[in-house]
């Protein structure tokens, strides 16, 4: 079965960097599929961000990618997430989750963290 | 604004069907595979149907999923309270090469 769990600061201040972990279980990275990052502002809708293959290879929002940072580190068997420039509009909750590529769609979600971005 | 659209809110009673529609376009529904998946109050997003109209292992059969054109449709029969969430379809978009999700659809059990 696979595990995803998100990690990182509950609160981020303004124009600093928001950072994320998640933490795989049951799958190998390095074996294949792509890995991603969806968010949800409070009362909102889902939101998706990246995907990231085990290789690097990654597809980005456009209206997020020029502040996005995403990374696959397959030793520890985890995949990142950065978010420069924040403002209050980047607080939500984060979920990583496996994306099946071709087929695009989202079959293991982890179960969120809440970022706050806030002085 | 979502890519897809999707209705805010549908209502049924008890026992009852209900469809949830999706909006897309050429670039995305018309093209792609649609997935939806069920958001139960503070929990994470659960994938319900992939590839328009499979069910995961678990998800019971009164879950469908189906697509035509540049439009999908998620349908609910035997309507219980346990099913009040909220539901979102999603899909890939070829115009920008990302994925996409409609605004979201609250249903409530009556």
């Known amino acids: 079965q696979v595990q995803l769990q998100e990690s990182g600061p509950g609160l981020v201040k303004p124009s600093e960097t928001l950072s994320l972990t998640c933490a795989v279980s049951?799958?190998?990275?390095?074996?294949?599929?792509?890995w991603g990052w969806i968010r949800q502002p409070p009362g909102k809708g889902l939101e998706w961000i990246v995907i990231i293959s085990h290789s690097g290879s990654a597809f980005y929002n456009p209206s997020l990618k020029s502040r996005v940072t995403t990374s696959v580190d397959t030793s520890k068997n985890q995949f990142s997430l950065k978010l420069s420039s924040v403002t209050a509009a980047d607080t939500a909750v984060y979920y990583c989750a496996r994306y099946i590529s071709g087929y695009d769609y989202m079959d293991y979600w982890g179960q969120g963290t809440l970022v706050t971005v806030s002085s | 604004q979502s890519v897809l659209t999707q209705p805010p809110s549908v209502s049924a009673a008890p026992g009852q069907k209900v469809t949830i529609s999706c909006s897309g376009s050429s670039s995305n529904i018309g093209k792609k595979y649609v997935s939806w998946y069920q958001q139960l109050p503070g929990t994470a997003p659960k994938l319900l149907i992939y590839e328009n109209d499979k069910r995961p292992s678990g998800i019971p059969d009164r879950f469908s999923g189906s697509k035509s054109g540049t439009s999908a449709t998620l349908g609910i029969t035997g309507l219980q309270t346990g099913d009040e969430a909220d539901y979102y379809c999603g899909t890939w978009d070829t115009s920008v090469s990302a994925g996409v999700f409609g605004g979201g659809t609250k249903l409530t059990v009556l």
């Open positions: 049951g799958h190998s990275l390095s074996s294949g599929y792509y």
